[in-house]
Structures are given as structure tokens and as C-alpha cells.
């Protein structure tokens, strides 16, 4: 069935560093993909997507690109900051009523 | 942000009891889902409904029920509660939009402890 891996965190940076999150999945079609983060205490917002092969999401800095052929959508923000620090989590649509597939998440922590 | 509300945001209750959460939505959207997150599992879904009295089980079903008798309103309830029912429940919407469907908007978590 279809499923989303993600890397493992927590993952701990420096402010301004260079941030990757690694994520790949496994669908059958052609699906929508997402990024979405989840503050401390809050709900889960939509962070950035890409609906087809070569697609670039990108917003408030974070992008990730749609690659078909390594079936990835990994995220980077060139330079992050303390409140980037949250939970991120990568999810697959394969429009199959529209369910979202869930990696397990990674947690972000910025230090000053 | 979504119109999205869940009732309660936090609650505790005996094992072996009734439990039912509320969704309610005000954005007429045609999809509601229910997740539950724990840790090391990301979200996992628990029900959907793609219309009204249109219902159908997640990855993670047994236990739990639901109804949706409105377009703005999708009850979980779990019939008899049990610890491994302890969680943080999510609920989501999103819209038909031509062959596909939009993203998911999430409401902001109910916490549910079962003692």
C-alpha cells in the first residue's frame, strides 16, 4: 500500500544553518504531495505541496521539489530560525478520497 | 484559517465508558476525516466521510464509530474506551476540486486520556 518514510529526528540546528528533511514514499498513480507542520499545542497547517512530477513547493522559505524518478520530496530551508522549531510531517495524497498518508514525522529544535 | 472546531479540546474518562468527539465545520467542505497521533507514528486515520451518511474505515477503525447526519458536523465515538484509545485526535476537512481533492485543513486537536 501506499506510505511516506521520513528521517528520524530530532533534528537539532543552530540558527541560520541549512536545514534537510528527507522524505520518500510509495504510491501507486500519481500522487499529490505535502508539507505540513505542527507547532507546539496547534493543530497541523499546510506548509507547502506539489501536485505533479518536477514541481517546486515552496513558502516562508522551506521548498521541496516533486521527484518522480527517486520518488522523494524532501524539504530545506537555507537558513532556519528558533521559530521554525516544530514538529514537520510529510504526507502523500493518492486521491483516493482524498486521504492523507502520514510519514512519522521529525521533530525540528533551533537553538539561538 | 478553516472553520474548524473540535469539542472537547481535552478530556479524561474511565476505561470501559462511552466517548464521543465533535467536528464541526463551517466551510460546506465535502470531506471530513478523523486522525489520531501518537508519537513515533505520525497520524494515522481513523474514519472519513465523503458525504453526508457517507462513512468508511481508516487504517486504524477498530473501536471507534462514526456518524455525520450534516454536512458540517462528523462524530467519533468510541463505544467502550480503552487505554490504548489514549491519544491526541485530529480532525480534517477538504473539498472535491475537479478530478482531485484539495489539501487537508486540520481543526486544533482534541487530547483524550483514558484512565
Known amino acids: 500500500g501506499d506510505s511516506v518514510t521520513q528521517m528520524e529526528g530530532p533534528v537539532t540546528l543552530s540558527e541560520e544553518a541549512f536545514l534537510t528533511i528527507n522524505c520518500t514514499y510509495t504510491?501507486?498513480?500519481?500522487?499529490?504531495l505535502f508539507w505540513y507542520v505542527q507547532y507546539p499545542g496547534e493543530g497541523l497547517q499546510l506548509l507547502l505541496k506539489?501536485?505533479?512530477?518536477?514541481d517546486k513547493g515552496s513558502n516562508k522559505g522551506f521548498e521541496a521539489t516533486y521527484r518522480k524518478e527517486t520518488t522523494s520530496f524532501h524539504l530545506e530551508k537555507g537558513s532556519v530560525q528558533v521559530s521554525d522549531s516544530a514538529v514537520y510531517f510529510c504526507?502523500?495524497?493518492?486521491?483516493?478520497?482524498?486521504?492523507?498518508?502520514f510519514g512519522q514525522g521529525t521533530e525540528l529544535s533551533v537553538k539561538p | 484559517d478553516a472553520g474548524i472546531t473540535q469539542s472537547p479540546r481535552h478530556k479524561v474518562t474511565e476505561t470501559g465508558t462511552p466517548v464521543t468527539l465533535r467536528c464541526h465545520q463551517t466551510?460546506?467542505?465535502?470531506?471530513m476525516y478523523w486522525y489520531r497521533q501518537d508519537p513515533g507514528h505520525g497520524l494515522r486515520l481513523i474514519h472519513y466521510?465523503?458525504?453526508?451518511?457517507?462513512?468508511d474505515k481508516g487504517e486504524v477503525s477498530d473501536g471507534y464509530s462514526v456518524s455525520r447526519s450534516k454536512t458540517e458536523d462528523f462524530l467519533l465515538t468510541l463505544e467502550s474506551a480503552t487505554s490504548s484509545q489514549t491519544s491526541v485526535y485530529f480532525c480534517?476537512?477538504?473539498?472535491?476540486?475537479?478530478?482531485?481533492?484539495?489539501?487537508?485543513?486540520f481543526g486544533q486537536g482534541t487530547r483524550l486520556t483514558v484512565v
Open positions: 466521510s465523503y458525504g453526508v451518511k457517507d462513512t
Open positions: 466551510e460546506n467542505h465535502r470531506y
Open positions: 480534517a476537512i477538504s473539498e472535491k476540486q475537479g478530478a482531485s481533492v484539495t489539501e487537508a485543513f
Open positions: 504526507a502523500l495524497n493518492a486521491n483516493q478520497g482524498g486521504k492523507l498518508i
Open positions: 504510491a501507486t498513480g500519481y500522487p499529490s
Open positions: 506539489a501536485t505533479k512530477a518536477d
